[in-house]
């Protein structure tokens, strides 16, 4: 059975740091696109990052480039965001999740992944 666990989320001031987790299980890594997603109260959900082991290749939104790291560790299969100089509009829940057959150019459209994560929240105090 495919699961992702989601952790790592809580409450920190502007310009401070935190590193999200999502644990797998029931796949390995490499054969799936992992990315991070996140939605705000009131808003849609939006791509952050994923990353393709297989490829080496990793994807961030405009919004997060040059403050977001997404990383995977295969041995723990363990996929990482580090979130650097936070901003309040970073604030909203993240979830974590896997696609099986994501094209590159579709990185950021949710319906393109198969199994999810459950949220943690991310608030950023100003």
């Known amino acids: 059975e495919v699961q992702l666990q989601a952790s790592g989320g809580g409450l920190v001031q502007a310009g401070g740091s935190l590193r999200l987790s999502c644990a797998a299980s029931?796949?390995?890594?490499?054969?799936?696109?992992i990315a991070w997603f996140r939605q705000a109260p009131g808003k849609d959900r939006e791509g952050v990052s994923c990353?393709?082991?297989?490829?080496?290749?990793?994807y961030y939104a405009d919004s997060v480039k040059g403050r977001f790291t997404i990383s995977s560790d295969n041995a723990k299969s363990t996929v990482y965001l580090h979130m650097d100089t936070l901003k309040p509009e970073d604030t909203a829940v993240y979830f974590c999740?896997?696609?099986?057959?994501?094209?590159?150019?579709?990185?950021?459209?949710?319906?393109?992944?198969?199994?999810w994560g459950q949220g943690t929240l991310v608030t950023v105090s100003s």
């Open positions: 990353i393709r082991s297989s490829e080496g290749n990793t």
């Open positions: 999740a896997a696609g099986w057959t994501v094209l590159a150019d579709n990185w950021d459209i949710d319906v393109e992944y198969d199994y």
């Open positions: 029931g796949f390995t890594l490499d054969d799936y696109t």
